[in-house]
Antibody, heavy 119, light 108 residues
């Protein structure tokens, strides 16, 4: 059974930084493409970024609102996905979900971790 | 950036059929995926590649596409189907992923 457990969410001041983690189990993590998706309070889903498996290049791509401020990375030895966030603004306040990817779909989701950015 | 539109809400009586639409430019050429999100829970994939159901998803859920509109159909609606539903696609030109605006399904 695929399990994804996010952690690291917190209350942070505007301009600050935070790193989220996603511990994965139940599948071959090193072969998986992974993504982060976020959801602001009362709003819809927003894709944040994707990281390919190392075997397929290991490249990351990020959505325009976070490009240059957020970085997705992975440690396959620890079966863990990360999201390094910097220059945070109140617009980044959201629940952040870690997901596995099946082709272009997000097929398994964690329960999410809440990031609150105060002004 | 690519925009995907959904009706904000759909209301349906128990036992009836709910249809949730998803529209966008040239959507007919894109693979559409659908997610169900109940209050306080993470989204769940309920349909992928337009009309394929993941294991564990009831046959009451079906997907289709015609022209520039994709549709998620829920037959014999139950109270437990009340949730927000999102469509999603991959935009090849940007290599980015886009979610629809979401539809709240209310079971009367």
């Amino acid at each position: 059974e695929v399990q994804l457990e996010e952690s690291g969410g917190a209350l942070v001041q505007s301009g600050g930084s935070l790193r989220l983690s996603c511990a994965a189990s139940g599948f071959t993590f090193r072969n998986a493409w992974m993504s982060w998706v976020r959801q602001a309070p009362g709003k819809g889903l927003e894709w944040v970024g994707r990281l390919k498996s190392i075997g397929e290049g290991g490249t990351a791509d990020h959505a325009a609102p976070v490009k240059g401020r957020f970085t997705i990375s992975r440690d396959d030895s620890k079966n863990t996905l990360y999201l390094q966030m910097s220059s945070l603004t109140t617009e980044d306040t959201a629940v952040y979900y870690c997901t596995t990817m099946y082709s272009s779909a997000f097929d398994s989701w964690g329960q999410g971790t809440l990031v609150t950015v105060s002004s | 950036s690519y925009v995907v539109t959904q009706p904000p809400s759909v209301s349906v009586a128990p036992g009836q059929t709910a249809r949730i639409t998803c529209g966008g430019n040239n959507i007919g050429s894109k693979n559409i995926h659908w997610y169900q999100q109940k209050p306080g829970q993470a989204p769940v994939l309920v349909m992928f590649y337009d009309s394929d159901r993941p294991s564990g998803i009831p046959e009451r859920f079906s997907g289709s596409k015609s022209g520039n509109t994709a549709t998620l159909t829920i037959s014999r609606v139950e109270a437990g189907d009340e949730a927000d539903y999102y469509c999603q696609l991959w935009d090849r030109s940007s290599d980015h992923y886009v979610f629809g605006t979401g539809t709240k399904v209310t079971v009367l």
